[in-house]
């Protein structure tokens, strides 16, 4: 088996935005990114259907070199607009002096029981050796933003 | 006219790796600048030479800045490592 990772936004979060579960101002520490195993490594199914962190398992990365579960907190920063498109950003986050191998990230919201906000798929394994791994979030536009409604 | 149409999307990042070494500031500089600026390719020619001149110019700054951030810190390892009575490594941080 192998994972099946896609970008995504899960379903589950849409929904729960409009029951008011999520709060992404600049300052909350409730939101954190794991890491996925190498493809080959795992076995999940990861997309919009994916609605918890829980559902990682053992698909997320052991805590090794560089990598500790459950991931990182990310920082927030306060949603705006651009033009008519309400848009999300977070601060690029590096694991230091890492060395693993990873397909993919989960942003999920640790104040609303680790659901799911994000589904990143890094297009196949990337692999750090002994340095920094860094995700780099786009810029905060209405066509690049991590997370955006138009 | 009213129009309820919409969409929620998620963009894609961008992951960068290092081995056997972390960034310098010239390849953080370069990640801060796409945070600070982004120049649209639908944008007037004139505004882009702006931009892209606002763009270098800004790069500049940072990689000076970063520049003084990582001899600053690598100061307080020295000092560091002195206290700890292993000058030896302070070797390493010049290397």
Redesign the interface.
Known sequence: MAITIATAMPTSFKVELFKGLHNFTAGSTRFRMALFTAVASGSGTYGAATTNYSQMGSDELPSATGYSRPGELLTSITPTADGTTGILDFANETWGSSSFTTCGGLIYDTGDSNSACAVLSFGGDQTVSSGDFQIQFPAAAAATAIIRIA | MISTA??????????????????TPEEIAE?AL??II?I?NNSHPVIQAQAEAFRTEIRGVLVSYLRQAVASHNTTLTNRFLDAGHPELVKLLEA
């Open positions: 919409g969409s929620m999307e998620v963009g894609m990042v961008k992951v960068g790796t290092m081995s056997g070494r972390g960034f990640q796409d945070q982004s649209g």
